[in-house]
């Protein structure tokens, strides 16, 4: 199943799909809630029209004799991938719903990030995700199931073109891998039939109020770079053995947790502790027995000097890569605070555990940590997730930054 281009497929350019089913069968998603739940169902309502145009895709049926080596089906198909993604848009649909080539436009520019905190002037933003969606609020284009998008991956410098854009109304949506956060362009760009946009240079101003004090994970939006432990033997998916980066495509992960952990919760310790060994890949419930779940609250323990209530508030970033049936609650010092300091309440329905994903949908909170609430010397931050009625609900996090209180005038780390 080849499909030259994804610009009629819901949720930008992270959302996953099945590409097969039980058996030899092949699958072509149009749209589908796998890995981001209800989110991104169309809605209809109020009686107004919507039509979409789906593909084409092509089905390609190619073979060899049984004497040759196989694998040159799989490098044939991959060929044959790149002429019809290079013959896009097709000049066959008679459809006037399906413009042509020259009945789209284009949009060029350069995305920069701009964080005093880091560098004193704007940097690149090196393969960015730049892309265009229905207009609305920031990274709304990761549940956008109506309309059609369209992006690419920057170059290192940061430069990117989008061609073949079907006439209407957009925003632009990027992100940058190793940023936090997401960017939009707050204009409302207008495509026209043969228009060629040129924007410039933008600067996108991730979240950030102060310097970095402690970090854990890689803002990538998945949790890729975290411990993911061997499967049971009797679940185990031959395909992937010694495959490092698809470790997490096993079954049953999530109650390897318990086991890891089957009477007290994760404890990081800042300066002493790796993420890619001591940080749990999805913080779910433990497996009690008899089919009961219980919450888990894991602990990040860290060091302040010369925290005083005069030197201003904290801020506690936390991205998610993934939501399912989940609360997560956030304490400072306090495990028992009757009342957390920050909750997100009930979120997400991706089920990327349970699917065997490493992300879903993105989530970022930015939390307001009031000095008080942090003494000199030892802390503690504790992550609770509150909902425990399933064994694959649960979170997965992207990345957490402690930052230290904002600065006056420019400083780089």
Same mark, same amino acid.
């Given at each position: 199943?080849?499909?030259p281009s994804d610009e009629f497929r819901a949720g930008g350019p992270l959302k996953q799909d099945l590409t097969s089913h039980v058996g030899p069968t092949a699958l072509s998603m149009f749209t589908s809630t796998h890995?981001?739940?209800?989110?991104?169902?169309?809605?209809?309502?109020?009686?107004? &029209?919507?039509?979409?145009?789906?593909?084409?895709v092509f089905v390609y049926l190619n073979s060899i004799?049984?004497?040759?080596? &196989?694998?040159?089906?799989?490098e044939d198909a991959k060929d044959q991938m790149s002429i019809e993604v290079n013959s896009w848009p097709y000049n066959f649909p008679q459809s006037e719903d399906f413009p042509s080539s020259d009945r789209r436009g284009t949009v060029s520019g350069q995305l920069l990030v701009g964080d005093k905190?880091?560098?004193d002037k704007p940097m690149w933003a090196s393969y960015a995700y730049v892309g265009l969606a229905a207009p609305g609020g920031v990274g709304s284009w990761q549940r956008d199931a109506m309309g059609y998008q369209f992006w690419v991956q920057a170059n290192e410098e940061g430069h990117f073109l989008i061609e073949n854009i079907r006439a209407g109304h957009y925003n632009l949506y990027a992100w940058v891998p190793g940023i936090?956060?997401?960017?939009?362009?707050?204009?409302?760009?207008h495509i026209q039939p043969g228009s060629d946009a040129k924007l410039g240079a933008l600067v996108y101003e991730p979240p950030r109020n102060g310097p970095t004090l402690w970090e854990i994970g890689i803002p990538d939006r998945t949790a890729a770079e975290f411990f993911v432990p061997d499967t049971y033997p009797t679940l185990m998916n031959k395909l992937f053995i010694n495959q490092s980066t698809h470790k997490f495509r096993q079954y049953g992960l999530w109650e390897r947790y318990s086991d890891l952990y089957p009477k007290h919760d994760l404890i990081y310790t800042i300066g002493i502790s790796n993420y890619h060994q001591?940080?749990?890949?999805?913080?779910? &419930?433990?497996?009690m027995g008899n089919h009961t779940y219980q919450a888990t609250t894991w602990q990040i323990k860290f060091e302040i000097e010369n925290a005083t209530p005069r030197t201003g508030n904290y801020t506690l970033q936390v991205a998610l890569a993934s939501a399912s049936a989940s609360e997560l609650q956030v304490r400072f010092n306090d495990r028992r605070a009757r009342r957390p300091h920050f909750r997100t309440r009930l979120i997400g329905r991706d089920n990327a555990i349970a699917r065997h994903g490493i992300h879903g949908l993105y989530w970022f909170y930015s939390i307001n940590v009031a000095s008080r609430l942090l003494r000199q010397g030892n802390n503690t931050v504790y992550l609770t997730q509150s909902r425990s009625k399933s064994p694959v609900g649960g979170i997965m996090y992207d990345y957490i930054r402690l930052e230290g209180p904002p600065e006056t005038g420019p400083s780089v780390e």
């Open positions: 199943m080849i499909t890995y981001s739940g209800k989110d991104l169902n169309t809605k209809y309502r109020n009686g107004k &029209p919507w039509k979409k145009v789906l593909g084409p004799s049984s004497l040759e080596d &196989p694998t040159t089906l799989w905190y880091i560098s936090v956060g997401d960017c939009r362009y707050d204009v409302i760009i001591d940080w749990f890949f999805a913080q779910v &419930p433990r497996n």
